[in-house]
């Protein structure tokens, strides 16, 4: 059994209180959250999914906007998660089900994910073990020897040919990604994406090319950009026709 598990316990603080809470923010007639949920069991890639939520406060307001068609034909639990994004995992990780074959891990804050690239990450995943969406950088990377020394400074130029920008959803066998959070709790580490936790086990990974947009609200003019790209979706969707 595949299972998704939904990231929606972040604090949203680049937001700076424009919402009171980005994944619960009204976008194109849904709340964010329910863009990529309603995705994801769209695909038929997945049998179940768990939502990690900050609060009890927001896991209400979260289990009242799933409409009640999906609640009654889609299995959906929730978690609560932690202060990271690491921790959550984890904890989401450590509630699913023996019979859990394959995981999704996926960023609440992206509601853009399509269909057929959830399809053909499950592909990747079945094929080869871990996969992540991911796309080229197109921009030129430069190398600061300082994160935070702007001025006057050497600067190390990357080969961008050898560059990807990681998105969500990554996918993993179950009990690998499960080891991995593990290992990197006791540890004592720090990742920012599942394919950081991954890679810790040493096995190598797939790529799967994302050529449709699929950023992450991150700052409240997202919010406009995200209602473009969903507009510009629908009005392409209805030329197709």
């Given at each position: 059994?595949?299972?998704?598990?939904?990231?929606?316990?972040?604090?949203?603080?680049?937001?700076?209180?424009?919402?009171?809470?980005?994944?619960?923010?009204?976008?194109?007639?849904?709340?964010?959250?329910?863009?990529?949920?309603?995705?994801?069991?769209?695909?038929?890639?997945?049998?179940?999914?768990?939502?990690?939520?900050?609060?009890?406060?927001?896991?209400?307001?979260?289990?009242?906007?799933?409409?009640?068609?999906?609640?009654?034909?889609?299995?959906?639990?929730?978690?609560?998660?932690?202060?990271?994004?690491?921790?959550?995992?984890?904890?989401?990780?450590?509630?699913?089900?023996?019979?859990?074959?394959?995981?999704?891990?996926?960023?609440?804050?992206?509601?853009?994910?399509?269909?057929?690239?959830?399809?053909?990450?499950?592909?990747?995943?079945?094929?080869?073990?871990?996969?992540?969406?991911?796309?080229?950088?197109?921009?030129?990377?430069?190398?600061?020897?300082?994160?935070?020394?702007?001025?006057?400074?050497?600067?190390?130029?990357?080969?961008?040919?050898?560059?990807?920008?990681?998105?969500?959803?990554?996918?993993?066998?179950?009990?690998?990604?499960?080891?991995?959070?593990?290992?990197?709790?006791?540890?004592?580490?720090?990742?920012?994406?599942?394919?950081?936790?991954?890679?810790?086990?040493?096995?190598?990974?797939?790529?799967?090319?994302?050529?449709?947009?699929?950023?992450?609200?991150?700052?409240p003019q997202d919010l406009d950009y995200l209602e473009y790209l969903l507009n510009?979706?629908?009005?392409?969707?209805?030329?197709?026709?």
């Open positions: 059994m595949n299972h998704l598990i939904l990231l929606a316990a972040g604090s949203g603080q680049r937001m700076a209180q424009s919402v009171p809470d980005k994944v619960l923010a009204p976008l194109a007639g849904m709340p964010v959250f329910l863009h990529s949920l309603h995705s994801f069991f769209q695909s038929g890639v997945i049998a179940a999914a768990t939502i990690t939520y900050r609060d009890e406060k927001q896991r209400v307001a979260i289990e009242g906007m799933i409409p009640e068609v999906l609640r009654k034909d889609a299995s959906i639990h929730y978690t609560a998660g932690g202060s990271t994004r690491q921790q959550s995992v984890l904890a989401a990780l450590r509630t699913l089900p023996e019979n859990t074959t394959s995981v999704f891990v996926h960023d609440a804050a992206r509601p853009l994910i399509s269909i057929e690239a959830i399809q053909n990450l499950h592909q990747a995943v079945e094929k080869d073990g871990g996969a992540a969406l991911a796309h080229p950088v197109n921009d030129t990377i430069k190398r600061l020897p300082n994160a935070f020394e702007t001025q006057r400074i050497l600067l190390e130029d990357l080969q961008r040919d050898h560059l990807w920008a990681m998105e969500t959803p990554q996918a993993f066998p179950y009990e690998d990604l499960l080891q991995a959070y593990q290992i990197i709790e006791e540890q004592q580490q720090s990742v920012t994406d599942d394919a950081g936790a991954y890679s810790i086990l040493g096995r190598p990974m797939t790529l799967v090319h994302n050529n449709q947009p699929n950023p992450k609200l991150t700052n510009r979706s629908k009005c392409d969707s209805t030329a197709s026709r």
